[in-house]
């Protein structure tokens, strides 16, 4: 991987963390649009995470595949993530 290792391992055990206080918000049968704002930021963390990840793989693994060779299979992987990104 080449992100930020410490960063992204951080910023995933936070998202850990808020995944946990959300089960316990459900068990103490709290409201609904709280947890609901928990699950939000839980998932917008994530998906910055992912990005981050992705960034970092077009600028290292794809940008050399690209000066290497233009049929790399990295180029068509990075392809695929994107297109599956843009269906969540």
Do not use: F
């Not at 839980?42 to 960034?55: A, C, D, F, M």
């Amino acid at each position: 991987m080449k992100a930020d290792k410490d960063s992204t391992i951080r910023k995933i055990r936070i998202a850990r963390g808020q995944l946990d206080g959300i089960i316990r918000m459900i068990e103490d049968d709290r409201y609904c649009i709280d947890i609901s704002t928990q699950l939000m930021s839980t998932l917008s963390l994530l998906k910055n995470v992912n990005r981050e990840i992705l960034q970092a793989h077009i600028r290292s693994c794809v940008k050399e595949a690209l000066e290497t060779d233009m049929e790399n299979p990295k180029i068509e992987e990075a392809l695929k993530v994107l297109e599956k990104m843009t269906e969540l």
